[in-house]
Nanobody, 121 residues
């Protein structure tokens, strides 16, 4: 089993910063990528930022220059530093973990429970 525990969400004023963390535990060998997605009310879940096993990163255009994704050396915690937050960043943020199962070679997606980020004055 895989467990993802997110933290760091909350209420922040426009222009403020938040740092989200996601700790993974359980059967997390062969990690392919970790990342963050978000879902605003009435919208589909969308990519925010993603970091691959090799360390390459990609960001949604909405967060480029403002958001930064990183991970710890043990590859079991991923962070999302969010600066210059805007009201349109308000959403539930979900941690993502992709693992390639050695028995099947399939990529399995795992999701955290989500953490609310609200940007409002």
């Amino acid at each position: 089993q895989v467990h993802l525990v997110e933290s760091g969400g909350g209420l922040v004023q426009p222009g403020g910063s938040l740092r989200l963390s996601c700790a993974a535990s359980g059967s997390i060998a062969n990690i392919n990528a970790m990342g963050w997605y978000r879902q605003a009310p009435g919208e589909q879940r969308k990519l925010v930022a993603r970091i691959s096993k090799g360390g390459s990163t990609n960001y949604a255009d909405s967060g480029k220059g403002r958001f930064s994704i990183s991970r710890n050396n043990a590859w079991n915690v991923v962070f999302l530093q969010m600066n210059s937050l805007k009201p349109e960043d308000t959403a539930v943020y979900y941690c993502y973990l992709g693992i390639i199962r050695s028995t099947s070679g399939y990529l399995i997606d795992y999701w955290g429970q989500g953490t609310q980020v609200t940007v409002s004055s």
